[in-house]
T-cell receptor, first 113, second 115 residues
Framework: AQSVTQLDSQVPVFEEAPVELRCNYSSSVSVYLFWYVQYPNQGLQLLLKYLSGSTLVKGINGFEAEFNKSQTSFHLRKPSVHISDTAEYFCAVTSNRDDKIIFGKGTRLHILP | EAGVVQSPRYKIIEKKQPVAFWCNPISGHNTLYWYLQNLGQGPELLIRYENEEAVDDSQLPKDRFSAERLKGVDSTLKIQPAELGDSAVYLC?????????????FGPGTRLTVL
């Protein structure tokens, strides 16, 4: 069985500062990893995904994530956040042996002026 | 292209009443998902359709929940009777392919409040 853990339920950060949202996963097989963003009163939207290849994945809105197999992590980063990045961010995991995607509990990003 | 459409956006009912949610996926997307999202939690899969076939309904509480996807396009999710614990956001998503690695496109959800 696979699982995903988002270590922080909320992350406050000042505008224009860098941010890292942490995600760790557990799986006995090769994984596919995702980050989705949910803006207030909207559905989830894909930020980026790792399927194979380069471990550094670049996504929309200036976000990137790095797949680290030895640490079973897929942390999300942005070098400079904007007020518009205020949202909830979900890490998710699946595999080629599973038809189900498992979401973490989410991390709420608060941008401070 | 139009996104995933869900209605209603909000629904308030009293316990023991029935309720239904409707979803129209993105045109051409053959896979459709219904998720339950409780407050402070990530989405949890209720049921997955490939065309008109429910291929994974293992997490659907079948004593009170039912779903259908006639003609492999629109889908409805029904709860009868609703309980207080059913208060949550119900999300519909669709994807073009059948693999779990495919990007899922989510609707805005229906927020259900059971009084």
């Amino acid at each position: 069985a696979q699982s995903v853990t988002q270590l922080d339920s909320q992350v406050p950060v000042f505008e224009e500062a860098p941010v890292e949202l942490r995600c760790n996963y557990s799986s006995s097989v090769s994984v596919y990893l995702f980050w989705y963003v949910q803006y207030p009163n909207q559905g989830l939207q894909l930020l980026l995904k790792y399927l194979s290849g380069s471990t550094l994945v670049k996504g929309i809105n200036g976000f990137e994530a790095e797949f680290n197999k030895s640490q079973t992590s897929f942390h999300l980063r942005k070098p400079s956040v904007h007020i518009s990045d205020t949202a909830e961010y979900f890490c998710a995991v699946t595999s080629n042996r599973d038809d189900k995607i498992i979401f973490g509990k989410g991390t709420r990003l608060h941008i401070l002026p | 292209e139009a996104g995933v459409v869900q209605s209603p956006r909000y629904k308030i009912i009293e316990k023991k009443q029935p309720v239904a949610f409707w979803c129209n996926p993105i045109s051409g997307h053959n896979t459709l998902y219904w998720y339950l999202q409780n407050l402070g939690q990530g989405p949890e899969l209720l049921i997955r359709y490939e065309n008109e076939e429910a291929v994974d309904d293992s997490q659907l509480p079948k004593d009170r929940f039912s779903a259908e996807r006639l003609k492999g396009v629109d889908s409805t999710l029904k709860i009868q009777p609703a309980e207080l614990g059913d208060s949550a956001v119900y999300l519909c998503a669709s994807s073009r392919g059948t693999g779990s690695f495919n990007e899922q496109f989510f609707g805005p959800g229906t927020r259900l409040t059971v009084l």
